[in-house]
């Protein structure tokens, strides 16, 4: 009987499907691996990308569009100043006392005398009417004293004629004579004393009329500087007590007073023609000329003073607004002096891209492309007719590689 060879045992090589392999790891704990690649891939990304952007600001130099007077575009030279009344009033009491009755307000128009205030004028009202009582007795005192001489003349008269026929003594002549003198003194004295008496009433009118304020001239009401209630004193002589009422001016007198450096005063000549822009209403420039050249320098600013006066104002103007005045060339006419407006900016902060004129406005870091309608050129500016606004801000010699929406860093 031939042996059979054994078989080989297989069993180790079984796998054992109930076990788990200690090397094999949980659904949840791969997708966690999982979220924390992606976050580290996130932040890599952004790294790389603020590191890309980090000095990629272009760096450029701005300029404002802004409205532009043709005329003042010619000008030999422009100096600032401000609108100023030439007739001004800080109108104040001459009498002291509560101010009882304020019949005006801030802008208000008053003409010459008009009643502006009135003070508490009890005691100098009493004072009037005692003085006016005073000439009554005088005027009385008067008709007696001259009835008195009267009868004393008559006395005289009598007297003469019976000495004249010896049939008084000189001693009765004497006294007759010496009572119409006396008559005639009282008289006098009578007449004095109502002289005295009306020049009571009249410096009592005086302080009457210390209680109103009227105004010295046609104008308008600027500041109110008391209420109803507050003490009035002439100069503000107390702590307590208010000086000027109301500040008048009278605007048909308000004109430009700039400061000239001195080393440009030869420039100016009275009569010259302006044009005065105020910064209140840039696109409504105004015609004037040099009224005046005040004769005196400022020392601490080396300037001198010119007066400038508006061709025709309007009730837009107002005192105290600062103002550019721009001289003309002497030989200015008529059809130079321009009063229109146009918006302009530096002809340099125009470029061309695409064969058409287009200019860069900035706006919140980047530079953004704005095709632009231009018209004349007056110096070194260029006027505007479409595409920007006034107040915009634009970029001012465009570099080549500048596009629409370039981030950029605003120079000094």
Known sequence: M????????????RINRDETPSSSRS????????????????????????LQT????????????????????????????YVVAQRKAEVASKGTGRLEVLNVEEGDWVDQGDIIAKLEA???????????????????????????????????????DLLNQELISHAEFDNAEARYHSASASVAAAEAGLVSAKADVQYANVQVENTIIRAPFDGTVLTKNADVGDVVAPFASSAASKGAVVTLADMGSLEVEADVSESNIEQITRGQRCVITLDAYPANPYDGYV?????????????????????????RV???MSAKVSFLPQESDSEMIDSRTVLSIPSSAITERDGEQVA???????????????????GGAIEIRSGLTRGDVVVNNPAD???????VELGL
């Open 401 to 407: 590689g500048l596009s629409d929406g370039s981030e």
């Open 360 to 378: 860069f406005v900035v706006r919140q870091g980047r530079a953004y492309q704005t095709a632009v309608e231009t018209g004349a050129r007056y």
């Open 54 to 81: 980090t000095g990629s600001a272009i760096p450029v130099e701005t300029a404002t569009v802004q409205y532009l007077n043709p005329a003042s575009a010619r000008s030999l030279l422009t100096a600032t100043g």
């Open 27 to 50: 659904p949840r704990s791969r997708r966690g691996w999982i979220w924390i690649v992606m976050a580290a891939v996130v932040v890599g990304l952004a790294i790389v990308i603020g």
């Open 2 to 13: 031939t042996d059979r060879p054994a078989k080989p045992d297989l069993s180790a090589l």
């Open 291 to 315: 009224k005046k050249i005040v004769p005196t320098a400022d020392r601490t600013k080396a300037t001198v003073m010119v007066k400038v006066a508006f061709d025709r104002l309007n009730e």
């Open 318 to 320: 107002l005192p105290e």
């Open 122 to 160: 009890d005691d100098v009202t009493a004072a009037r009417e005692a003085a006016r009582a005073t000439v009554s007795v005088a005027e009385a005192e008067v008709a007696r004293t001259k009835a008195l001489e009267k009868e004393a003349k008559l006395v005289y008269d009598r007297a003469a």
